[in-house]
T-cell receptor, first 109, second 110 residues
């Protein structure tokens, strides 16, 4: 079992819809979690971080963390074609940062 | 401009020829890290450093060396590159786990 798992997708949603991206992790020692967005041919860029149970909202993005169930999710409201990218979930463990394989999101106009 | 720089951006080399990929950040970040990204395997951490003179292994450290003599620089050294080290390499830095990535170095070892 991978330490951080994501569905690779692709996940396709129509423009204006809510995109829901999910991530599970196996190590209960993981403390903090991050969502990165990576456009094709570009570097990953940080979009959200979450450290405690519950929801964290930033503009159209909401990150959710449930440590009891060991899952992290990212909701993108009012999805735009410019949101089409690969979304990487990452969790910290000790000093390390462990990434999932990423979920490819496609937002159709 | 706040940034992480890597050099070179592209490199083709031969098996066994030592190489160094440089990484520098101008944001005074404590944490620096190297990753490799491969199709189907995602982004994997090679080494990280939480401060000057402190380095630790990530998940795939074999075949790589790093050093952190200054806060801003974190070079990645391949003493004897092999074809299985052909990959896209990213350096990143951050005040903690929130990482800011460099532009990447595409390495091909023949």
């Amino acid at each position: 079992q991978k330490e951080v798992e994501q569905n690779s997708g692709p996940l396709s949603v129509p423009e204006g819809a809510i995109a829901s991206l999910n991530c599970t992790y196996s190590d209960r020692g993981s403390q903090s979690f991050f969502w990165y967005r990576q456009y094709s041919g570009k570097s990953p860029e940080l979009i959200m971080s979450i450290y405690s149970n519950g929801d964290k909202e930033d503009g159209r993005f909401t990150a959710q963390l449930n440590k009891a169930s060991q899952y992290v999710s990212l909701l993108i409201r009012d999805s735009q074609p410019s949101d089409s990218a690969t979304y990487l979930c990452a969790g910290s463990r000790g000093g390390k940062l462990i990434f999932g394989q990423g979920t490819e999101l496609s937002v159709k106009p | 401009e706040a940034q992480v720089t890597q050099n070179p951006r592209y490199l083709i080399t031969v098996t066994g020829k030592k190489l160094t990929v440089t990484c520098s950040q101008n944001m005074n970040h404590e944490y620096m890290s190297w990753y490799r990204q491969d199709p189907g395997l995602g982004l994997r951490q090679i080494y990280y450093s939480m401060n000057v003179e402190v380095t630790d292994k990530g998940d795939v450290p074999e075949g790589y060396k790093v050093s952190r003599k200054e806060k801003r620089n974190f070079p990645l050294i391949l003493e004897s590159p092999s074809p299985n080290q052909t990959s896209l390499y990213f350096c990143a830095s951050g005040p903690g786990y929130e990482q800011y990535f460099g532009p990447g170095t595409r390495l091909t070892v023949t």
